[in-house]
């Protein structure tokens, strides 16, 4: 339910405010010109997709990063931060998407470390007692003794709040705070939010993709839509349909699968595949299906329901604990992944950055990650750079990788370039199976569409896809067969026809369980 | 850092040329040399006497030039032993024990032919091509341990090889010292000298490990740059998870990186005890050879992770720590004086790598910021 503002709270003079800011990256314009202010004493929601330019301007905020033009105001004076330092002196506090405590440090030496006035000697006792005061004021309980990596994920961001209200903040931007919570956990942080602001008077800078969040939490709303504000609003005034219109802009015509196709033959026989996750605990349960050549199959899912090691699994970057994987008619359930890709498995991973890319390294040299093992581009032992450099052209010409030569660094891509060339790298090998987890996640609206299309080619083409994505109409619009997969298992493998949203929303939820697997 | 209207600060460089990268080694030497003075302040000689004498020694004095390629040879081998790990993200400090294990092995060839008694059957440069593939593969084999347990186990190459220092240092220690299988004739403390004929052959006094040093150089240079296995090296150095991603096996790579990188100790072993006139022979005093061998992890890092450009490096280090040592004894310096000077040479060549990627910037400070004054706001 929405809050509803304090009748007699007109416009006032915003308590921080951006005008103007610009922000480029080489090959994108993170912030174009951005005008953004937020009223003192509000939950001021920031709401865009990946890629919107929603953290850059956070970032600017804290003083991480630093606009090309435009400039900040605090409580209507011009203000310039050099670095976070700065904006901490001057009461802003910010809460960053990953965790930044000393795991093995108690609760509250991570409180007191940075702080201005710790230096040289710790005066721990007294320290304690300004945090417990702090705690009590805001109804915290918090062990401060415990250590930080004893608590949950929840709890640890509560001590970075702590943190960053005893560094005096009086304003606190939390960056996508729920995407790493729990549902109860996510009730509990917004409570604490809404009793901070009304009775503390603190001002929040809610940084999320998230409706449900928005609409339970917020006073008022920004949406940002690739670079730029697109809508300012209150949050008692607006709808979720309103709102995802913003964060989406204008409709963007979507292939969707052409199922006039013949589907060919079997190509992937998955049997009873069980496989443990990083922490050891069982990750895939006995899961069974096959895949036809031409066919897409959308796996649809709640992150870490086991669609990571899926698909780490297929790809030969996991072991099986039981179970079989056959392949064009071959068993290659202990086979490397050098071997997969030889056999044409084609495997593009959620983390472009982490996994999929080199950051240090050129694009030719990025594109040579899936060619090193070919022998057309490695005669005799040798790169074949002047092929790869040829391959790599093709690859930014035909996939639109916005790069100012194919010699850039891949860490000066953006997300969506990176994603392309990742794409097109993989797809120039023309797989016969490819996985592709996440495909579009984070992209704007055009790259998307693009990506998307891609894939139905390589189906068009005789390739049987494995589509793992969190997005619904993704996988409605492009799949054959729509899995839903929930702590493991597939919940069911529908045809297309069968799959509904909301039969397939409920299965995501593992509100329904019917065994219809084929 | 900030000064009136002006601050001071560290921003990073765009691109540097090539001029750039050599000329901020030149200032790193000069200043280091600048800095020396300091340690010949008590010589018998005027300061400029001091410098002429270590580098004429070094670099235009008949015997200290050879010492200097001697050294400059080692200091090498130590450098490629570090560096092809190095290009794979792994840490080899493992040099002495690889070192004592190249040497070790070099002298078992002929301790167990019977050489140093007998005269030998087998054509001499037979026994050397066996002491040099002994050399390398003992080296290898202590380095491929490590690189094994990383590789299979996640155990920290650093630890281990450390620790594998430690073992062969004592290991050389029992078979050298009185009673130990390669006691010496004179049993001083000292290996048994290497019979004349097994000795590296020489070229004008300058042994062949010169041209396996520096053809090494070229060759992984190439490697690094143009085949397919110096990419996957490069790949997993720069991210291990990527790497795997693209097909290649972690434990394959790890092994390779450490076989290569130990037999490159090795042959620096060989190299120390069997190629230089004058030692012939596992000295007492071995154990500073060991020490020596860090000055590969040195070269190799600020060379970036080329063998090419670590040559002029090792020369430098090994032409400057030996006319440092010459001087101390002639113009009566203090104790250490060589060690000092490759110390100071160390941190002048880190703290330009400071400057390297950074630099220093001066801003005039907005004055808006130094005089905050309440200004009407612009509509937004």
């Given at each position: 339910m929405p809050?509803t503002?304090?009748?007699?709270?007109?416009p006032?003079?915003?308590?921080?405010?951006?005008r103007?800011?610009?922000?480029?990256?080489?090959?994108?314009?993170?912030?174009?010109?951005?005008?953004?202010?937020v009223?003192?004493?509000?939950?001021?929601?920031v709401?865009?997709?990946?890629?919107?330019?929603?953290?850059?301007?956070?970032n600017?905020?804290?003083?991480l990063?630093?606009?090309?033009?435009?400039a900040?105001y605090?409580?209507?004076?011009?203000?310039?931060?050099?670095?976070?330092?700065?904006?901490?002196?001057?009461?802003?506090?910010?809460?960053?998407?990953?965790?930044?405590?000393?795991?093995?440090?108690?609760?509250?030496?991570?409180?007191?470390?940075?702080?201005?006035?710790?230096?040289?000697?710790?005066?721990?006792?007294?320290?304690?007692?300004?945090?417990?005061?702090l705690c009590?004021r805001?109804?915290?309980t918090?062990?401060?003794?415990?250590?930080?990596?004893?608590?949950?994920?929840?709890?640890?961001?509560?001590?970075?709040?702590?943190?960053?209200?005893?560094g005096g903040?009086?304003?606190?931007?939390?960056?996508?705070?729920?995407?790493?919570?729990?549902?109860?956990e996510?009730?509990?942080?917004?409570?604490?939010?809404?009793?901070?602001?009304?009775?503390?008077?603190?001002t929040?800078?809610l940084?999320?993709?998230?409706?449900?969040?928005?609409?339970?939490?917020?006073?008022?709303?920004?949406?940002?839509?690739?670079?730029?504000?697109?809508?300012?609003?209150?949050?008692?005034?607006?709808?979720?349909?309103?709102l995802?219109?913003?964060?989406?802009?204008?409709?963007?015509?979507?292939?969707?699968?052409?199922?006039?196709?013949?589907?060919?033959?079997?190509?992937?026989?998955?049997?009873?595949?069980?496989?443990?996750?990083?922490?050891?605990?069982?990750?895939?349960?006995?899961?069974?299906?096959?895949?036809?050549?031409?066919?897409?199959?959308?796996?649809?899912?709640?992150?870490g329901?086991?669609?990571?090691?899926l698909?780490?699994?297929?790809?030969?970057?996991?072991?099986?604990?039981?179970?079989?994987?056959?392949?064009?008619?071959?068993?290659?359930?202990?086979?490397?992944?050098?071997?997969?890709?030889?056999?044409?498995?084609?495997?593009?991973?959620?983390?472009?950055?982490?996994?999929?890319?080199?950051?240090?390294?050129?694009?030719?040299?990025?594109?040579?990650?899936?060619?090193h093992?070919?022998?057309?581009?490695?005669?005799?032992?040798?790169?074949?750079?002047?092929?790869?450099?040829?391959?790599?052209?093709r690859?930014?010409?035909?996939?639109?990788?916005?790069?100012?030569?194919?010699?850039?660094?891949?860490?000066?891509?953006?997300?969506?370039?990176?994603?392309?060339l990742?794409?097109?790298?993989?797809?120039?090998?023309?797989p016969?199976?490819?996985?592709?987890?996440?495909?579009?996640?984070?992209?704007?609206?055009?790259?998307t569409?693009?990506?998307?299309?891609?894939?139905?080619?390589?189906?068009?083409?005789?390739?049987?896809?494995?589509?793992?994505?969190e997005?619904?109409?993704?996988?409605?619009?492009?799949?054959?067969?729509?899995?839903?997969?929930?702590?493991?298992?597939?919940?069911?493998?529908?045809?297309?026809?069968?799959?509904?949203?909301?039969?397939v929303?409920?299965?995501?939820?593992?509100?329904?369980?019917?065994?219809?697997?084929? | 850092?900030?000064?009136?209207?002006?601050?001071?600060?560290?921003?990073?460089?765009p691109?540097?040329?090539?001029?750039?990268t050599?000329?901020?080694?030149?200032?790193?030497?000069?200043?280091?040399?600048?800095?020396?003075?300091?340690?010949?302040?008590?010589?018998?000689?005027?300061?400029?006497?001091?410098?002429?004498?270590?580098?004429?020694?070094a670099?235009?004095?008949?015997?200290?030039?050879?010492a200097?390629?001697?050294?400059?040879?080692?200091?090498?081998?130590?450098?490629?032993a570090?560096?092809?790990?190095?290009?794979a993200?792994?840490?080899?400090?493992?040099?002495?024990?690889?070192?004592?294990?190249?040497?070790?092995?070099?002298?078992?060839?002929?301790?167990?032919?019977?050489?140093?008694?007998q005269?030998?059957?087998?054509?001499?440069?037979l026994v050397?091509l066996?002491?040099?593939?002994?050399?390398?593969?003992?080296?290898?084999?202590?380095?491929?341990?490590?690189?094994?347990?990383?590789?299979?186990?996640?155990?920290?190459e650093?630890?281990?090889?450390?620790?594998?220092?430690?073992?062969?240092?004592?290991?050389v220690?029992?078979?050298?010292?009185?009673?130990?299988?390669?006691?010496?004739?004179?049993?001083?403390g000292?290996?048994?000298?290497?019979?004349?004929?097994?000795?590296?052959?020489?070229?004008?006094?300058?042994?062949?490990?010169?041209?396996?040093?520096?053809?090494?150089?070229?060759?992984?240079?190439?490697?690094f740059?143009?085949?397919?296995?110096?990419?996957?090296?490069?790949?997993?150095?720069?991210n291990?998870a990527?790497?795997?991603?693209?097909?290649?096996s972690?434990?394959?790579?790890?092994?390779?990186v450490?076989?290569?990188?130990?037999?490159?100790?090795?042959?620096?072993?060989?190299?120390?005890?069997?190629a230089?006139?004058?030692?012939?022979?596992?000295?007492?005093?071995?154990?500073?050879?060991?020490?020596?061998?860090?000055?590969?992890?040195?070269?190799a890092l600020?060379?970036?992770?080329?063998?090419?450009?670590?040559?002029?490096?090792?020369?430098l280090?090994a032409?400057?720590?030996?006319?440092?040592?010459?001087?101390?004894?002639?113009?009566?310096?203090?104790?250490?004086?060589?060690?000092?000077?490759?110390?100071?040479?160390m941190?002048?060549?880190?703290?330009?790598?400071?400057?390297?990627?950074?630099?220093?910037?001066?801003?005039?400070?907005?004055?808006?910021?130094?005089?905050p004054?309440?200004?009407?706001?612009?509509?937004?």
């Amino acid at each position: 339910m929405p809050l509803t503002l304090p009748a007699d709270r007109a416009p006032t003079e915003p308590i921080l405010a951006a005008r103007g800011i610009t922000k480029r990256f080489p090959g994108v314009l993170a912030l174009d010109h951005v005008d953004f202010e937020v009223q003192a004493g509000d939950v001021h929601a920031v709401l865009g997709q990946n890629g919107a330019g929603k953290t850059t301007l956070m970032n600017i905020l804290f003083g991480l990063v630093q606009p090309d033009e435009g400039a900040l105001y605090l409580r209507g004076q011009r203000v310039h931060f050099r670095s976070p330092h700065d904006a901490i002196a001057q009461g802003i506090g910010m809460v960053h998407q990953t965790r930044r405590l000393v795991a093995a440090h108690t609760v509250l030496e991570n409180i007191v470390l940075g702080h201005p006035r710790v230096r040289g000697f710790l005066n721990l006792r007294g320290a304690r007692r300004e945090v417990e005061t702090l705690c009590n004021r805001y109804g915290f309980t918090v062990d401060l003794g415990a250590r930080v990596w004893q608590l949950s994920e929840g709890e640890r961001q509560w001590v970075e709040i702590l943190k960053a209200l005893y560094g005096g903040a009086k304003i606190l931007i939390l960056d996508e705070p729920t995407s790493v919570l729990t549902p109860p956990e996510v009730k509990t942080l917004l409570a604490g939010l809404q009793a901070l602001v009304r009775d503390r008077g603190v001002t929040v800078l809610l940084v999320t993709h998230k409706l449900p969040v928005v609409m339970a939490a917020s006073h008022r709303v920004t949406v940002f839509r690739s670079g730029s504000v697109v809508a300012r609003l209150r949050t008692g005034e607006a709808t979720e349909e309103i709102l995802v219109q913003h964060m989406i802009g204008r409709e963007v015509a979507f292939r969707t699968a052409d199922r006039s196709a013949e589907a060919g033959r079997p190509l992937l026989h998955v049997e009873q595949v069980s496989a443990f996750n990083d922490r050891g605990l069982l990750a895939l349960r006995d899961l069974s299906f096959s895949l036809r050549a031409g066919e897409v199959l959308g796996v649809a899912g709640v992150t870490g329901n086991g669609q990571e090691e899926l698909a780490q699994v297929l790809a030969g970057l996991r072991p099986v604990t039981s179970g079989k994987v056959r392949f064009a008619d071959r068993d290659v359930t202990h086979l490397s992944p050098l071997e997969r890709w030889r056999m044409g498995v084609g495997y593009i991973p959620a983390e472009r950055i982490e996994v999929a890319s080199i950051a240090a390294f050129s694009l030719v040299e990025n594109t040579a990650l899936n060619y090193h093992f070919d022998p057309a581009f490695t005669p005799r032992g040798l790169l074949d750079d002047a092929g790869l450099d040829q391959l790599t052209r093709r690859i930014l010409s035909a996939y639109n990788v916005k790069a100012p030569h194919q010699y850039a660094r891949a860490r000066h891509l953006s997300g969506g370039n990176l994603q392309r060339l990742i794409l097109g790298r993989v797809l120039s090998r023309r797989p016969r199976l490819l996985i592709a987890h996440l495909p579009t996640q984070g992209l704007d609206v055009e790259a998307t569409a693009f990506v998307r299309a891609k894939l139905l080619d390589a189906r068009a083409e005789g390739a049987a896809v494995l589509l793992i994505s969190e997005d619904l109409d993704e996988i409605l619009s492009l799949s054959d067969w729509v899995a839903p997969i929930y702590e493991g298992r597939f919940v069911a493998v529908l045809l297309r026809e069968q799959a509904d949203s909301e039969t397939v929303g409920a299965m995501m939820a593992g509100l329904q369980k019917e065994a219809g697997a084929r | 850092m900030r000064l009136g209207r002006y601050e001071l600060t560290l921003e990073p460089r765009p691109a540097v040329s090539a001029v750039y990268t050599v000329l901020t080694a030149v200032v790193a030497i000069l200043l280091a040399l600048a800095l020396s003075s300091f340690l010949f302040l008590s010589a018998d000689a005027s300061l400029l006497g001091a410098y002429r004498a270590v580098f004429s020694y070094a670099f235009f004095n008949p015997r200290g030039i050879l010492a200097t390629v001697q050294r400059a040879i080692y200091l090498l081998f130590c450098t490629y032993a570090f560096l092809v790990p190095l290009r794979a993200g792994l840490w080899n400090i493992g040099l002495p024990g690889q070192v004592f294990a190249g040497a070790l092995a070099a002298f078992a060839v002929p301790f167990v032919l019977r050489a140093q008694e007998q005269t030998l059957t087998i054509p001499p440069g037979l026994v050397i091509l066996l002491m040099v593939a002994a050399a390398a593969a003992a080296g290898a084999m202590l380095g491929g341990f490590a690189g094994l347990l990383r590789a299979r186990l996640q155990v920290n190459e650093i630890l281990v090889t450390m620790m594998l220092n430690s073992i062969l240092f004592w290991l050389v220690a029992y078979m050298i010292k009185e009673g130990g299988p390669f006691m010496g004739a004179t049993a001083e403390g000292e290996g048994f000298t290497l019979p004349a004929p097994l000795t590296a052959p020489l070229l004008r006094g300058v042994p062949f490990t010169a041209a396996l040093a520096l053809g090494a150089a070229v060759l992984l240079d190439l490697l690094f740059a143009k085949t397919a296995l110096g990419y996957r090296i490069r790949a997993f150095g720069e991210n291990p998870a990527a790497a795997r991603y693209g097909g290649i096996s972690p434990v394959a790579l790890s092994l390779l990186v450490f076989l290569l990188g130990g037999a490159f100790a090795g042959l620096a072993g060989y190299h120390a005890f069997t190629a230089v006139p004058g030692v012939y022979k596992i000295p007492g005093n071995y154990g500073f050879y060991g020490d020596l061998a860090f000055y590969g992890i040195i070269s190799a890092l600020i060379a970036r992770g080329s063998a090419v450009g670590a040559v002029p490096i090792a020369v430098l280090f090994a032409g400057l720590s030996l006319g440092a040592r010459f001087a101390q004894g002639a113009l009566h310096l203090p104790f250490g004086v060589d060690y000092a000077l490759l110390g100071l040479l160390m941190m002048t060549f880190i703290a330009s790598h400071a400057l390297y990627q950074f630099r220093l910037a001066w801003r005039r400070v907005p004055s808006e910021v130094l005089q905050p004054a309440p200004t009407e706001l612009p509509e937004g």
